[in-house]
């Protein structure tokens, strides 16, 4: 850009400004381009002022050197060089001496630096907007990674503190998602509805679940708030509880797996995709140890959710609402070390979800697919022992 145009000059650029601001409508201000002009505004009022010093200290300095001449106006010499920036200003005619050009020189340079500056600055500011990660992002960093020699086919050990990863053992080779189709209901429906939601119990939900898989007894007409249920879903891996809420939060099960699919899409777990609320087996049903490890490192987050799958066994009274229900924890954790669960699967074997501190630091580790209840504790004590301490 020629800095004789006169929207170059410092003392336009905020007049630019508003005029465009002026001309657009309320719902644009949010746009990037309106806090970018926001952003050079406030710049350009600060460029002015920069100039102002700069030229009241060559004015000083010209006055120590015996050049006793008032500070150089740089509207007065870009009316001198350039048309007028108002039809009813006049030119003007006289000449500044050369050492007068000389410092508009430099100062002309001065005003392209500082305006390039503030340029950079607008973008500098504006980048980490862009840049910013989704606040369910969760980052994983690797440092070295243990692979320590185990029975079961797939583990993985997470520091849910620092998100490193300690131990992988085909961590991201795929297996059946069914059995903890339930944890990602739980997620989702936390996510999405109100824990103190009543939810009614209907006997079509009830008929939709698959025949076989395990159930929390649940009586239609009955009502019972949505945290209640969660424990339901999660201690006895109640489908009809999955499908209750699947129904309830999303309207259809449908719907409500979409819900589930962008869940795991926000948490980045790239291993992970589900078909169903249920606890079925299918081709596009399917997750991984890593995903596993990262859906619980959210999920503890959520306080609902944590209190939900720590426990072992959990009343509700009967009231006015609903009949009494007792629910036991189907896939308690391991004797020897606190976690979430441990059992067996018929598509993933023996396999435990473990969380043990260490150094102060939540650890997160899955282990999957050994091939008996003394294979999975000895490869659990391989995975921990084989962290530095």
Do not use: C
Not at 20 to 28: D, E, G, Y
Not at 92 to 119: F, W
């Amino acid at each position: 850009m020629d800095h004789h145009d006169e929207k170059f000059a410092p003392e336009t650029v905020d007049e630019q400004i508003e005029l465009h601001l002026q001309q657009l409508p309320i719902a644009s201000h949010t746009s990037l381009d309106t806090r970018m002009l926001k952003d050079l505004q406030q710049i350009a009022e600060q460029d002015v002022q920069r100039i102002a010093q700069v030229r009241a200290r060559l004015a000083r300095y010209a006055v120590e050197n015996g050049e006793k001449r008032k500070p150089i106006d740089l509207r007065e010499y870009q009316a001198e060089t350039a048309p007028p920036l108002h039809s009813g200003s006049q030119p003007r005619t006289r000449k500044a001496p050369g050492a007068r050009r000389r410092l508009v020189t430099v100062l002309t340079g001065l005003v392209a630096v500082l305006l390039l500056v503030s340029m950079l600055t607008v973008f500098a500011r504006i980048k980490p907007q862009q840049e910013q990660t989704h606040p369910k992002i969760q980052q994983q960093t690797s440092t070295v990674v243990a692979k320590p020699v185990l029975h079961g086919s797939n583990a993985f050990l997470l520091d849910a503190d620092k998100g490193t990863v300690l131990v992988d053992v085909n961590g991201h080779t795929r297996v059946s998602a069914a059995h903890f189709a339930k944890y990602m209901v739980a997620i989702t429906a936390l996510e999405n509805a109100d824990p103190n939601q009543m939810i009614t119990i209907d006997q079509a939900s009830l008929d939709a679940v698959p025949k076989g898989l395990s159930t929390a007894q649940l009586v239609a007409g009955d009502q019972i708030p949505l945290q209640f249920l969660l424990y339901g879903l999660l201690l006895p891996s109640g489908n009809d509880a999955a499908g209750v809420i699947a129904r309830a939060v999303g309207g259809n099960s449908q719907n409500f797996v979409a819900m589930m699919n962008e869940e795991a899409h926000q948490l980045q777990l790239n291993d992970t995709h589900f078909s169903s609320p249920y606890a079925i087996s299918s081709a596009d049903n399917y997750t991984s140890a890593a995903d596993l490890a990262s859906m619980m490192r959210y999920g503890l987050q959520l306080e609902i959710f944590s209190e939900d799958i720590t426990g072992t066994i959990w009343t509700l009274q009967a009231s006015a609402y609903n009949h009494a229900y007792v629910w036991g924890n189907a896939n308690p954790p391991l004797g020897s070390e606190p976690g979430v669960e441990s059992g067996h699967d018929k598509e993933i074997g023996y396999h435990a979800i473990f969380t043990p501190q260490s150094n102060g630091h939540l650890l997160i580790g899955v282990e999957l697919n050994a091939p008996s209840p003394e294979a999975l504790n000895a490869d659990v004590s391989t995975i921990l022992h084989s962290v530095k301490p």
